[in-house]
């Protein structure tokens, strides 16, 4: 079948893919609002309303590499339009929804929904075109629709529970669904038999993979709600490494891995992981501890502190008009390392100077959401370029994977030092001069030690991606 030339040519089936993002963006965006409306209504502790947000993140994450897999094998096309059906139903069933347990239920259903379309929109995407300036505009498109959609949750969610029930912010999932369903039918093809490959489901890789997402995801909420020293987070934080040792041990021997180690080790695929592990990690650290300066340290209302993070909110919305001019100017390899270098910059400026007033928090968050709005694009589109046609879905899937498991590392690196050099509980207001004093200075030592760690990611991976340029060159 002949690949669409333009994006025009393949507009419904953008369409139908960009709504496919948009539901994974706005989704916990637009939920965060409704948070203290839902534990008045369910009667919700403060842990089970944590888990409304916590079981579709983990169940998302650690799922998504297992579908990658099984998308390639039967079929990327069949497995997106199951996942969006299941999304359907499992907003559909919200609005029978009567406890915490019972929305936690249907909040991991839709973390296995997003598990099955959330690398599929990326796959599909790369795969509809030939061109890799086409594929960077198309992974641009939808890339924007879904951070427009992070951008307008929290305001977008606000309205609409002044005037109807917290349960429509799940329900408008429905609709979503179905015009992606339908757009996704008309406007791709049926999978190839062709273009995909019948290796056996390594099922012992699949689980001990899911088990070492789940707990490296786990033991940063750990880390951050009971703190260093508790045994809780060190726990996870153990089966994580044990589990993935196991895996990599599993996929090295297996006949029919789940991960072909040996595809993830090409330097297309290595370095355009480091990149997204990179900018993950600098763009949560930098999150998280802007949230708790502007509001608890500066004392800001939540809302001048979501209008103090605008200058990110703009860059990463209107910043799409950039990425095509840019990545043209650079080339892919180039734009991936300039952009994740502009995020590391950024993380650099807020841990050195940060505290020093607004006006660098804000230079600092520009620099981060530019460098993440070409990154992660161009790293993403590295990492399918350099696999097989037959293994583009668990590629998109590893991609998410880098990202999701290298923020949680973020947030959990951040809150340990915090809560190792900050006196008393960080959450209560009016602190002393003495504990402002020691917020800045851990807020200091966090961002330098994340500043470092993504330095050395983003290095590796610029001599890595030299590797493939060189073999290019002598082929």
Do not use: C
């Not at 069949?78 to 909040?107: F, H, K, N, P, Y």
């Not at 757009?183 to 489901?201: F, K, Q, S």
């Not at 399918?384 to 293994?391: S, T």
Request: proline letters at 3%.
């Amino acid at each position: 079948m002949r690949k669409p030339e333009s994006l025009r040519a393949a507009w419904v089936a953008l369409a139908g893919l960009s709504s496919v993002f948009l539901f994974e963006m706005l989704d916990n965006s637009i939920l965060n609002v409704a948070l203290p409306t839902i534990g008045r209504e369910l009667h919700a502790s403060t842990v089970a309303l944590q888990w409304v947000t916590g079981a579709y993140a983990v169940v998302f994450g650690g799922l998504m590499l297992v579908f990658g897999a099984i998308a390639d094998r039967f079929g990327r096309r069949r497995i997106m339009l199951v996942g969006l059906a299941l999304l359907g139903i499992a907003s559909l069933a919200t609005a029978l929804v009567s406890t915490a347990g019972q929305l936690i239920a249907v909040r991991a259903l839709m973390g296995v929904a997003a598990a099955m379309t959330t690398p599929g929109s990326a796959a599909l995407a790369f795969r509809l075109f030939e061109d890799d300036g086409l594929r960077v505009r198309a992974m641009t498109l939808i890339s924007t629709v879904g951070l427009a959609g992070l951008a307008i949750g929290p305001t977008t969610g606000g309205l609409v529970l002044a005037i109807a029930p917290w349960q429509v912010l799940l329900l408008v999932n429905v609709p979503i669904a179905v015009f992606a369903i339908i757009a996704i039918r008309a406007g791709i093809a049926a999978d190839d038999p062709a273009g995909l490959h019948r290796d056996p489901v390594d099922v012992l890789g699949a689980l001990l993979g899911t088990a070492t997402i789940v707990f490296a995801l786990l033991a940063p909420t750990l880390f951050v709600n009971e703190g260093g020293g508790s045994w809780a987070p060190w726990t996870a934080t153990a089966g994580a490494l044990a589990a993935g040792l196991l895996f990599v041990l599993r996929e090295r021997e297996a006949r029919y891995p789940l991960l072909d180690l040996k595809l993830v080790a090409r330097p297309l695929v290595a370095s355009g992981l480091a990149y997204k592990a990179a900018a993950g990690l600098a763009t949560a650290g930098v999150g998280y501890m802007v949230t708790l300066q502007l509001q608890l340290d500066w004392g800001w209302t939540p809302t001048l502190a979501a209008i103090g993070l605008l200058p990110q909110v703009v860059v990463l919305v209107a910043g799409g008009a950039f990425v095509n001019p840019f990545v043209r100017w650079a080339g892919l390899e180039r734009a991936a390392w300039l952009s994740a270098s502009s995020v590391v910059a950024g993380l650099a400026i807020y841990a050195l100077l940060g505290r020093l007033g607004y006006v660098w928090v804000a230079i600092a968050l520009v620099f981060v959401a530019a460098g993440i709005r070409v990154v992660g694009v161009v790293a993403g589109v590295n990492v399918l370029r350099g696999l097989p046609e037959n293994r583009t879905t668990i590629g998109a899937a590893l991609t998410d994977t880098a990202t999701e498991v290298a923020s949680g590392t973020g947030v959990a690196v951040t809150g340990t030092i915090l809560a190792a050099l900050f006196t008393g509980s960080i959450a209560t207001s009016h602190w002393t001069a003495s504990q402002s004093a020691e917020f800045e200075h851990a807020v200091t030592i966090a961002g330098l030690v994340l500043t470092a760690v993504a330095a050395t990611l983003v290095g590796w991976a610029f001599r890595h991606s030299k590797k493939s340029i060189r073999h290019s060159k002598k082929a």
